[in-house]
């Protein structure tokens, strides 16, 4: 982004207040406003409005948040510029409550996408709630759904959001072992700096479980990819470029055939208490007649991690 748009959306901005302006804005209010993760022309019409209107933007960085508004053709005072991120976001609820106490209408705003969803927000929504003010989602791009609608999920298209997983290598060990027994597609996000690794945890706990990879969604070098697990570090290393940017990523659901049945899975205790890991799969194979990638998974998420010494 950059103000050389401020021009290109002066028609928007003057759409938005066409289209948006005779609905009703409360004063006292703490809008909670979704803005694009990449692609400025995903902006809503409701959403320019209301920053528009907005008497302070409590954001996540204010350098950023200023540089959206001037791109999209809105200018606003320093003074209205409230910086509430992860590191003061108790504190920054005090100066926001003091603006809705006042008569002001808040926006509310991340560096991108929705506040609150593995972003700043949550706290400053509740402190707001706790007050007795309104909070009013102002709903927009999100890197969850734009995902979801591009990975050809089979099944009801249930899901769980899972974010991003623990950063230390025993919790995240931890978290994938319970997520194998999960049956619904999994949603995980990731920084590029951490994204190698996530892949060979991935591969290690998954095997040949489907993931579809997104980085950098609705920017000009998006890429969305399909494969099993286990070829996710392989397709990472392939080109250095898919090092770079923001991933988003869902495990696909279990298929029928590969959902690991209770029967087998005491079978396999059973076998583990006694056995090496991949003998009691192998006798477990025999005995259950399931497919042995199958009950390999289910053994992996059935050791518990060692502690971190």
């Not at 409360?26 to 400025?40: K, Q, S, W």
């Not at 409230?82 to 560096?111: K, M, T, Y």
């Not at 006798?283 to 199958?294: D, E, V």
Request: a neutral charge; hydrophobic letters at 50%; one cysteine or more.
């Amino acid at each position: 982004m950059n103000d050389s748009c401020s021009a290109d959306y002066s028609l928007a901005l003057r759409a938005a207040r066409q289209a948006a302006g005779a609905q009703h804005y409360p004063a006292g209010a703490l809008y909670v406003v979704a803005t694009p993760i990449g692609n400025l022309a995903d902006i809503t019409l409701r959403a320019l409005h209301v920053l528009d209107l907005a008497d302070a933007i409590a954001c996540e960085d204010t350098r950023q948040t200023r540089h959206l508004l001037r791109a999209c053709g809105i200018d606003k005072p320093a003074a209205a510029f409230i910086a509430a991120h992860q590191h003061n976001e108790a504190q920054a609820a005090q100066a926001v409550l003091a603006r809705l106490q006042a008569g002001q209408r808040v926006a509310c705003v991340s560096d991108a996408g929705t506040p609150a969803v593995s972003d700043p927000g949550a706290r400053l929504v509740a402190a707001c709630a706790a007050q007795g003010w309104r909070a009013v989602p102002v709903p927009g791009a999100s890197s969850v759904t734009a995902l979801l609608s591009a990975a050809g999920l089979e099944g009801d298209g249930r899901y769980v959001f899972e974010g991003f997983l623990p950063v230390k290598s025993g919790e995240r060990q931890a978290a994938l072992a319970r997520l194998q027994h999960e049956p619904r597609a999994v949603v995980l996000l990731e920084a590029p700096h951490r994204i190698a690794a996530l892949a060979d945890a991935l591969a290690a706990a998954f095997g040949a479980r489907a993931v579809t990879v997104a980085r950098e969604l609705t920017k000009q070098f998006e890429q969305i990819a399909t494969l099993p697990c286990a070829e996710f570090p392989a397709w990472l290393a392939a080109d250095p470029q898919r090092l770079r940017g923001e991933f988003a990523l869902v495990l696909h659901p279990h298929s029928a055939a590969a959902r690991p049945q209770h029967g087998h899975e005491r079978v396999l205790r059973a076998l583990l208490a006694e056995l090496p890991l991949k003998t009691a799969v192998r006798l477990a194979a025999q005995i259950t007649g399931a497919p042995r990638n199958t009950l390999y998974e289910q053994a992996l998420a059935l050791r518990v991690p060692a502690p971190l010494m």
